[in-house]
């Protein structure tokens, strides 16, 4: 089955500096990459995505990057706002209606 | 945006109690719902998948009759924890997706204490 790997698992970086969290997975027929953030006390937030036929995508201050080769993909938070402090979840799916594989998470912290 | 509502928030009963939780997705149609498990600081386990109208597939190592899931109509799927142990304690997680293609959403989480 699909094994994702995430790196780091805590990250401190101070306001206004960038933050990268990369994951890798297994399984070649992955197809799906999500990012999610986890508050305290709540589920899951679903911030940005992206499938196997982009490289790159950004949303505003996030963005992220696939290599399909690799098998690799990160996250990038830019201009970072202690706001963005919470635990932040990759994840690898196959084609429709598969489950999502998730990472171990990352604790990123941002100080003011 | 996707919402999807899960309830209660917050749980804390007897030994030996059964407690369902409820999920819903308040503005589409979910085909598929997940059920998760969350222990603090690691990563959602998946329970079960649940598709409406059948019954639901479960990961291994999760009993299906000590976890019940019913996903009646395209908006509704409840878990029912039986028979509650203190090991059943955790955050139980639902996830919604509106077809097979999409993102899957998730709720707040329901934090099940059993005492």
């Known amino acids: 089955g699909e094994n994702v790997e995430q790196h780091p698992s805590t990250l401190s970086v101070q306001e206004g500096d960038s933050a990268v969290i990369k994951c890798t997975y297994s399984?070649?027929?992955?197809?799906?990459f999500p990012w999610y953030k986890q508050e305290l006390g709540k589920g899951p937030q679903l911030i940005i995505d992206?499938?196997?036929?982009?490289g790159e995508k950004k949303d505003q201050r996030i963005a992220v990057t696939l290599n399909k080769t690799a098998k690799h993909f990160s996250l990038h938070i830019t201009e970072t706002q202690p706001e963005d402090s919470a635990v932040y979840f990759c994840?690898?799916?196959?084609?429709?209606?598969?489950?999502?594989?998730f990472g171990k998470g990352t604790s990123l912290l941002v100080t003011p | 945006g996707a919402v999807v509502s899960q309830h209660p928030s917050r749980v804390i009963c007897k030994s030996g109690t059964s407690v369902k939780i409820e999920c819903r997705s308040l503005?589409?149609?979910?085909?598929?719902m997940f059920w998760y498990r969350q222990f603090p600081k690691q990563s959602l386990m998946l329970m079960a998948t649940?598709?409406?109208?059948?019954?639901?597939?479960?990961e291994q190592g999760v009993e299906k009759d000590k976890f019940l899931i019913n996903h009646a109509s395209l908006t509704l799927s409840t878990l029912t924890v039986t028979s509650a142990h203190p090991e059943d304690s955790s955050f139980y997680i639902c996830s919604a997706v509106r077809d097979s293609n999409q993102p899957q959403h998730f709720g707040d989480g329901t934090r099940l204490s059993i005492l």
């Open positions: 994840a690898a799916r196959q084609n429709s209606g598969y489950a999502l594989n």
């Open positions: 503005d589409f149609q979910a085909t598929t």
């Open positions: 992206i499938r196997s036929n982009v």
């Open positions: 399984d070649s027929a992955s197809n799906y």
């Open positions: 649940s598709n409406e109208g059948s019954k639901a597939t479960y």
